[in-house]
């Protein structure tokens, strides 16, 4: 049995995960790669949510999925765009009023240290070996 490398295993691992690479490594691709992967697996795409960091990557990667056959019903987001909308659906049990504004920066920090645990995030490094996707 050969050792599986470190993008096909973030492709083929259940669970949460978080990508951490540089620049060029690849992470759009591998994030594609993902949710085809999970697609052809049986997984309805209204369960799928997938975020980046990017607009340019989010619109990359719905136009990717859209050209192998449709959007699934899935979410591809930026971080800050899924959190406005989540708090703009949720508002009434969010507890946050758009009227005094977000979140403060020191309560944002102080909530995700508390709660980062209960997210389940397994962390896989995948290394830049030159672009690939």
């Known amino acids: 049995m050969r050792p599986i490398n470190d993008k096909r295993r973030a ?3 259940g669970g949460h995960q978080l990508v951490v690479a540089g620049p060029g490594s690849g992470k759009t691709w ?3 790669e993902k949710i085809k992967y999970l697609l052809n697996q049986g997984v309805p795409g209204h369960e799928i949510l ?7 990557a989010a619109r990359e990667m719905q136009d990717r999925i859209d050209k192998e056959g449709g959007s699934h019903d899935l979410t591809i987001r930026t971080f800050h765009s899924f959190c406005y909308h989540f708090l703009e659906e949720e508002i009434l049990d969010s ?5 005094r504004g ?3 920066p020191e309560h944002q920090k102080v909530w995700g240290i508390t709660n980062f645990d ?9 290394r830049n070996k030159g672009r690939s996707g």
């Open 11 to 13: 492709i083929e691992e």
């Open 30 to 32: 591998l994030l594609i």
């Open 50 to 56: 997938a975020l980046t960091f990017s607009e340019k």
């Open 95 to 99: 507890g946050v009023s758009f009227a």
């Open 102 to 104: 977000m979140i403060s």
């Open 118 to 126: 209960d997210f389940n995030i397994q962390a896989i490094e995948v």
